[in-house]
């Protein structure tokens, strides 16, 4: 056998046949993939496939968006810069929106200003009824034509004050013509010294009243010291009836007035007198003896009553 031959046999030999290459995986790697077969596509695949696609549509449509949102973003601030620098005096690009306010009910009305302003209402509020009261009690009050003060070491004419001004209107005069009289009693004790609070509280109220020069009439137990005008060296009064300190109190005539026992009269003796004018801070010497010549005639009457019943 000659050489060629002998290499063509050999090479039959290393030649696989059909079946081994079937069977075998060297084969199939050299398979190339469009040599093969379609093989079916499952909804899976099918589902899988279509979200590829929507999320590539997707991607493709935000990018384009955002692009389009930067290039506007770019035109405004464009447009901005040369509304700052005058260049242009307005612009198509950048208008203001003017919001249309929602119509409100009266009840959302309400509410509203109620939430705003509710501390500015309510003071308010207070102011006028506190106006209110005030001229509401000026007007309705009745204005005193007389103040008497009672001025002592006890409070024993305290609990008849509403009979001493009943007592002391039927010969008081309608000073200030308002159609009716009355007399205003205002009581200060002076006992309690020991209690530097209370003492102190009647001294201030004692020298609040004294300042004034309105204040004539005077009932004490002869214990002030303040000066008192001395009806006894005037001509016209009995000594009977007047003092030093002046009209005696005790006397039938107020004990049937005031609804007082005799025995509530043994260990107090209580004088209706009038102060002495005098140069006053807060009222001249001529003010307050005018006022004094005012309150005489009342206080005459008074006096003759006195010693009528006696």
Same mark, same amino acid.
């Given at each position: 056998?000659?050489?060629?031959?002998?290499?063509?046999? /050999?090479?039959? &030999?290393?030649?696989?046949?059909?079946?081994? =290459?079937?069977?075998?995986? &060297?084969?199939?790697?050299? =398979?190339?993939?469009?040599?093969?077969?379609?093989?079916?596509?499952? /909804?899976?695949?099918?589902?899988?496939?279509?979200?590829?696609?929507?999320?590539?549509?997707? @991607?493709?449509?935000?990018?384009?968006?955002?692009?389009?949102?930067?290039?506007?973003?770019?035109?405004?601030? =464009?447009?901005?810069?040369?509304?700052?620098?005058?260049?242009?005096?307005?612009? &198509?690009?950048?208008?203001?929106?003017?919001?249309?306010?929602?119509?409100?009910?009266?009840?959302?009305?309400?509410?509203?200003?109620?939430?705003?302003?509710?501390?500015?209402?309510?003071?308010?509020?207070?102011?006028?009824?506190?106006?209110?009261?005030?001229?509401?009690?000026?007007?309705?009050?009745?204005?005193?034509?007389?103040?008497? @003060?009672?001025?002592?070491?006890? +409070?024993?004419?305290?609990?008849?004050?509403?009979?001493?001004? !009943?007592?002391?209107?039927?010969?008081?005069?309608?000073?200030?013509? +308002?159609?009716?009289?009355?007399?205003?009693?205002?009581?200060?004790?002076?006992?309690?010294?020991?209690?530097?609070?209370?003492?102190?509280?009647?001294?201030?109220?004692?020298?609040?009243?004294?300042?004034?020069?309105?204040?004539?009439?005077?009932?004490?137990?002869?214990?002030? /010291?303040?000066?008192?005008?001395?009806?006894?060296?005037?001509?016209?009064?009995?000594?009977?009836?007047?003092?030093?300190?002046?009209? +005696?109190? +005790?006397?039938?005539? =107020?004990?049937?007035? @005031?609804?007082?026992?005799?025995?509530?009269?043994?260990?107090?003796?209580?004088?209706?007198?009038?102060?002495?004018?005098?140069?006053?801070?807060?009222?001249?010497? &001529?003010?307050?003896?005018?006022?004094?010549? !005012?309150?005489?005639?009342?206080?005459?009457?008074?006096?003759?009553?006195?010693?009528?019943?006696?």
């Amino acid at each position: 056998m000659s050489q060629k031959e002998q290499k063509e046999k /050999d090479q039959k &030999e290393q030649k696989p046949t059909e079946g081994e =290459i079937l069977n075998s995986g &060297e084969g199939e790697a050299e =398979i190339h993939p469009s040599d093969m077969p379609d093989k079916p596509k499952t /909804d899976v695949m099918k589902y899988l496939d279509e979200e590829v696609k929507a999320r590539d549509e997707a @991607l493709k449509d935000d990018r384009a968006a955002r692009a389009q949102y930067e290039k506007e973003l770019q035109e405004k601030k =464009i447009e901005l810069t040369k509304l700052k620098m005058g260049v242009i005096d307005e612009s &198509e690009t950048i208008k203001e929106v003017h919001e249309e306010a929602p119509e409100l009910t009266l009840g959302e009305k309400l509410d509203n200003i109620w939430y705003r302003s509710k501390w500015i209402i309510l003071f308010v509020v207070f102011c006028v009824v506190a106006g209110a009261y005030i001229i509401y009690s000026q007007v309705t009050s009745e204005k005193a034509d007389m103040t008497v @003060l009672v001025v002592m070491d006890n +409070n024993a004419l305290y609990a008849r004050t509403e009979e001493v001004e !009943e007592f002391l209107e039927q010969y008081c005069d309608d000073l200030d013509g +308002n159609g009716y009289v009355h007399v205003l009693v205002y009581n200060i004790v002076l006992s309690d010294l020991e209690d530097v609070t209370s003492s102190t509280s009647a001294q201030a109220q004692l020298m609040t009243q004294l300042m004034t020069g309105d204040n004539i009439l005077i009932i004490s137990d002869g214990t002030t /010291d303040f000066a008192l005008h001395d009806f006894t060296q005037d001509e016209g009064y009995d000594d009977d009836c007047m003092t030093e300190y002046g009209i +005696n109190m +005790n006397c039938q005539l =107020i004990r049937d007035e @005031l609804a007082w026992s005799g025995l509530e009269y043994e260990d107090h003796e209580y004088y209706i007198s009038m102060r002495e004018p005098a140069e006053l801070s807060g009222t001249k010497l &001529e003010a307050m003896q005018a006022n004094f010549d !005012e309150i005489l005639p009342m206080f005459n009457r008074i006096y003759e009553a006195v010693c009528a019943s006696e």
